[in-house]
């Protein structure tokens, strides 16, 4: 199966061939003026360089050469040699259908299929989930979906922070906290004879019962500013970061705890967002590889000793500007950031062997990766062209900076969906749902549309362009709004529901109307809007397909009526291609992770 523009590539391909110019200028793409035309073909103006002709001479040739073709019902030239192609109805109605059939809604797969791990989300223990985590949520998760639904074979990875010196601020302020919490760290329990009798197994759980979301999120955020000004407090908590990577036992007791609280606590705010992660792997799970890793890298020469840490040197002779060295060991001795992300590179390679490996995560690690990249090819743990930062910008407050509370903390991502759900209700309620759905399904669909606002305002934009958060604008019903193709998407959905009760059957695809040609043309589009998604890891191609495709809909459905049809063949034709937009529609709303409701 293939599209009207490639068939139609192919074609003027053979066109430019038979007049003895290379095929290549046969490309074709979708028509910049779609009221003259539906594709047009620019090779004439390049050939013309080559051919030493005028381009018009040789656009008159290719032509005359598709004079023949079933696709086309018009070849005009245009201007200096542009060569416009107008397709025919039949050759629409045609592609229509198979679209209609097809259970991928008319997008091609990847034609060799590869190993891909989509590193994404990038939650910490404890540390509260900022915007920058939930652009990476989004954007990864879509990216994660489109690599899939093209062929490949996917691992979405959490990649968890739950190792390095926030974990030993942690202990180091548990301790502090809490006689109970430092008798586990300390393990001075074991001296207690009732509590030993108990059994050890039972004993840390209880001791740390109280330990809790709510005392992680109050925790951390304490230490954190309390090791900024405290030079000592800093050293205490650098000391126990080292002793809980040496495995300190009751070190890891505690350590465990935070993973598991922390852990269950995102993994609920994840589902509630519709991100699923096939690996839920933490940057700890890499630790027991780091010091055979950092010994064969010193064994090769690769380490650098320098102002007491060991390094590696990634910096190259044509860099524009200056990369420092990547910290492979602090001069305290512990493993770093960039140091379990290499580790990381080495335990994917060894487990699942992948041929790509994508980091989703915000434009300001852009120099941590490149570090990091530049050190695995050094060391051979991947070659360059499979290791890629798919960055992005910030989501940002009306003052132009990263979005934040009104109070300036920043914002919880419990929060934010809590926020967009309830604006989502108001909206329902203004449209005068309240009264008409159950209140369960009120409030599911409430949640649909407050998600659907949150990825889609995010999804529309390339993903390198910050953008301002407006809940109001996200959430309303018109204009490029999730809400707005969700609701076109329910529209067809109840006309499909009408139809089914008045046992009207859809039939074969019939074009003659313009906005039947103009709706079958977007619905053949798809599959470049999501090549170009795929090939760019822009989400926001195909977000921008779902709009026109909405837009197109319902254009159609202004114009031609349906249900209302005459003719008993024209009814069935527009049938089947209502609902052969819901499922392309249904289909590009789930790669960017919307999930459309039944009615709204
Ligand atoms: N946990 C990190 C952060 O909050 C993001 C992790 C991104 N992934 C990676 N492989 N480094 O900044």
């Known amino acids: 199966m293939t599209d009207l523009r490639r068939a139609l590539g192919e074609a003027v391909s ?13 490309r074709v793409t979708a028509s910049d003026r779609p009221d003259l ?28 050469a598709l004079k023949d073709n079933p696709y086309l ?9 542009f060569i416009n192609l107008r397709v025919s109805n039949a050759a629409l109605a045609n592609r229509a259908n198979e679209i209609s059939g097809d259970a991928r809604a008319g997008a091609a797969r990847v034609e060799s299929p590869r190993r891909v791990v989509v590193d994404y989300g990038g939650p910490n223990v404890a540390k509260p989930m900022h915007v920058g985590h939930l652009r990476a949520s989004i954007i990864g998760e879509s990216i994660k979906r489109i690599f899939r639904f093209r062929g490949d074979e996917v691992l979405g990875d959490a990649h968890f922070g739950d190792w390095g010196f926030q974990m030993g601020l942690l202990i ?16 001075t329990w074991k001296s207690d004879e009732k509590l030993l009798k108990a059994g050890e197994a039972q004993v840390a759980p209880v001791l740390l019962k109280d330990l809790d979301l709510a005392a992680l999120d109050r925790l951390y955020p304490e230490a954190a500013a309390k090791a900024k000004i405290d030079d000592d407090y800093r050293d205490r908590a650098r000391k126990a970061t080292a002793e809980l990577q040496a ?27 519709g991100i699923e992660f096939d690996l839920w792997k933490g940057e700890s799970d890499v630790d027991s590889l780091i ?48 140091t379990t992300d290499l580790a990381t590179i080495l335990d994917r390679r060894r487990s699942f062997d992948p041929q790509l490996m994508l980091y989703c995560v915000d434009q300001r690690q852009a120099d941590h990766f490149e570090q990091v990249f530049r050190a695995a090819v050094r060391a051979g743990y991947a070659a360059e062209d499979e290791l890629e930062h798919i960055g992005f910008g910030t989501m940002n407050g009306t003052d132009g900076r990263p979005f934040k509370t009104r109070e300036g903390g920043v914002l919880k991502l419990h929060d934010l969906i809590t926020m967009a759900r309830d604006k989502a209700r108001d909206r329902l309620h203004e449209a005068g749902l309240g009264a008409e759905l159950e209140p369960e399904e009120f409030e599911a669909t409430a949640h649909k549309v407050g998600v659907a606002a949150l990825k889609f305002a ?59 040609r103009d709706l079958a043309l977007v619905l053949d589009a798809f599959d470049n809007a999501l ?67 039944e009615r709204m």
Request: aromatic fraction near 8%; proline fraction near 5%.
């Open 14 to 26: 053979g066109a430019f061939a038979a007049i003895d110019l290379p095929a290549e200028f046969g």
């Open 37 to 64: 035309a539906d594709f047009q073909c620019n090779g004439a103006m390049a050939a013309a360089k080559a051919a030493r002709k005028p381009p018009r001479e040789i656009a008159i040739r290719v032509a005359e």
């Open 73 to 81: 019902a018009a070849v005009e030239i245009a201007g200096l040699g």
């Open 172 to 187: 180091v302020a548990a301790c502090d906290e809490n006689p109970r919490w430092r008798a586990v760290a300390e393990e």
């Open 247 to 273: 495995g300190r036992p009751g070190y890891m007791a505690l350590w465990r705890h935070f993973v598991a609280v922390s852990r269950s606590a995102l993994q609920r705010e994840f589902e509630a967002l």
């Open 291 to 338: 010091a055979p890793m950092v010994e064969e890298l010193r064994a090769r020469g690769l380490l650098v000793f320098d102002q007491g840490a060991e390094v590696m040197f990634v910096a190259r002779n044509d860099d524009k500007r200056e990369l420092p060295p990547l910290i492979v060991i602090s001069s305290e001795g512990s493993a770093m950031y960039g």
């Open 458 to 516: 995010d999804l529309q934009n390339f993903r390198g362009t910050s953008y301002v958060f407006d809940l109001d604008r996200f959430t309303s019903f018109e204009g490029k709004t999730g809400p707005y193709l969700l609701y076109q998407a329910v529209r067809i959905k109840s006309l499909l529901r009408r139809a089914a009760e008045e046992g009207a059957e859809p039939g074969q695809v019939l074009i003659a109307e313009p906005a039947e």
């Open 531 to 597: 090549a170009e998604a795929y090939d760019k890891r822009a989400p926001n191609f195909l977000a921008e397909h779902a709009f026109r495709l909405a837009q197109s809909f319902s254009k159609f459905y202004a114009t031609c009526p349906v249900l209302g049809a005459e003719d008993e063949s024209v009814r069935a034709s527009r049938l089947r291609l209502a609902g052969t937009t819901l499922a392309q529609l249904e289909t590009v709303l789930s790669l960017l992770g919307l999930e459309t409701p």
